[in-house]
């Protein structure tokens, strides 16, 4: 049985080899190569990247996911284990989440035989871009499990910290754009045009009322500009503009409620201003939702095998794609402290390799008390 130097040494070539989203091939190899030594049964699917592995026998079974893929980051951590993939990083512990399962993996292969039932593990590409779970669920392949499990390590939480919520624990994460088209003019003579940075700027006005005319104070959303741009020069009235931005939310209703108003902003403006405006808005990860008994049975595992268990008052404003399991299967998805001055999607992340020591123990405890349940 691998112990935990093997876990490091995974983390390690894992992290010295990342590959962005969709383009997980050698990750997915090096995945494969692991899982078939210690005579893993991977499942035959229709996956460009990723897998999901076996073990077991019976009806029952419970899934354990974990995400593969790195990020568009040039690393600035200095150790023996950089990236050599030059502006491409495992800045979110990806490494750390494949190291741990594989830990899991191989550790419930040694008492294969006295499993009441199977585990499936996914390897599941693609999570940065906010759907790579849809790659999974759409082979069938966890269709009836009983539970799937998951977990992302959080830079601010101490080694040996653990924080889960029942219910809504991550937000949704959308996006929208907007593109602007006016007309184009000399800057001395607006009159012979039709200027769409006007249009830009009671465009983020309207944007910005969303969330504080048009939600409750008791309402949880947030809508941000992150980019505009229009023209490229001092005296010339530019004939486009460009808005995009992100919302986060929640709940599906006010979700929803966001997306109609962004588009009622874009429809209303190019009224008003006879320009044309397109809204596009892009759903991405949906919000992660607990299962109350799985985040119960997840905060007696943990304790029991020795985290320091909190639970959180809000949930998490940031995107995870594990709702894409959360939305069709019973599932919990918790965070445990990987100790990092610098966080998540930063180049200077660098987490604590210690995090591997508990997190199998959490894993393994977790799959057999659920196996084990009449």
């Known amino acids: 049985m691998p ?29 494969r190569r692991i899982l078939e030594s210690y005579d893993i049964t991977i499942l035959d699917l229709p996956l460009e990247t990723g897998l999901v592995a076996e073990i077991g026998q019976g009806d ?30 495992h800045a979110c512990g990806h490494d750390i989440h494949m190291a741990s399962i594989l830990a899991v993996a191989t550790r ?5 035989s006295d499993l009441n039932g199977r585990v499936r593990f996914i390897f599941q590409p693609a999570e940065e871009l906010g759907y790579g779970a849809f790659y999974i669920t759409d082979t069938k392949a966890i269709d009836g499990a009983k539970a799937v499990l998951g977990y992302h390590n959080y830079p601010t939480l101490d080694i040996g910290e653990f924080a889960v919520k029942s219910g809504v624990i991550t937000s949704s994460v959308d996006r929208f754009e907007y593109k602007i088209k006016g007309t184009g003019a000399h800057a001395a003579k607006p009159e012979q045009g039709n200027d769409p940075v006007i249009v830009l700027g009671q465009l983020i006005n309207s944007v910005q009322s969303i ?25 010339v009235i530019a004939d486009h503009a460009y808005v995009q931005g992100t919302v986060r939310s929640f ?14 902003i ?48 809000e949930p998490l404003t ?19 402290g990987s100790n990092s001055e610098y966080d998540l999607h930063h180049p200077k992340y660098d987490p604590d390799e210690r995090i591997l020591e508990k997190v199998p123990d959490y894993f393994v405890t977790f799959v057999q008390k659920l196996l084990n349940e009449v």
């Open 3 to 31: 112990q935990y130097e093997d876990y490091i040494n995974w983390r390690r070539t894992f992290h010295q080899y990342p590959e962005l989203s969709e383009y997980e091939y050698e990750t997915t190899k090096r995945l």
């Open 60 to 89: 029952s079974f419970v899934a354990v996911r974990t995400d593969i893929d790195a990020l568009p980051i040039n690393e600035q951590v200095e150790n023996e284990f950089a990236s050599t993939n030059e502006g491409v990083m």
């Open 108 to 112: 419930l292969k040694e008492v294969e």
């Open 211 to 235: 969330v504080s005319r048009n939600m409750s104070a008791f309402d949880n959303a947030v809508v941000t500009i992150g980019e505009v741009s229009s023209g490229n020069t001092w005296n």
């Open 251 to 264: 709940d599906e209703d006010k979700r929803n409620e966001i997306e109609q108003r962004l588009k009622a």
């Open 266 to 313: 874009g429809d209303g403006l190019a009224k008003a201003f006879n320009v044309e405006i397109e809204t596009i808005y892009h759903r991405l990860p949906g919000a992660v939702v607990n299962d109350e008994k799985l985040t119960n049975d997840a905060i007696t595992v943990a304790k029991e095998v020795g985290y320091n268990v909190s639970i959180m008052d």
């Open 318 to 336: 940031i995107g995870e794609d594990f709702s894409g399991f959360s939305q069709q299967y019973p599932s919990v998805f918790v965070f445990i």
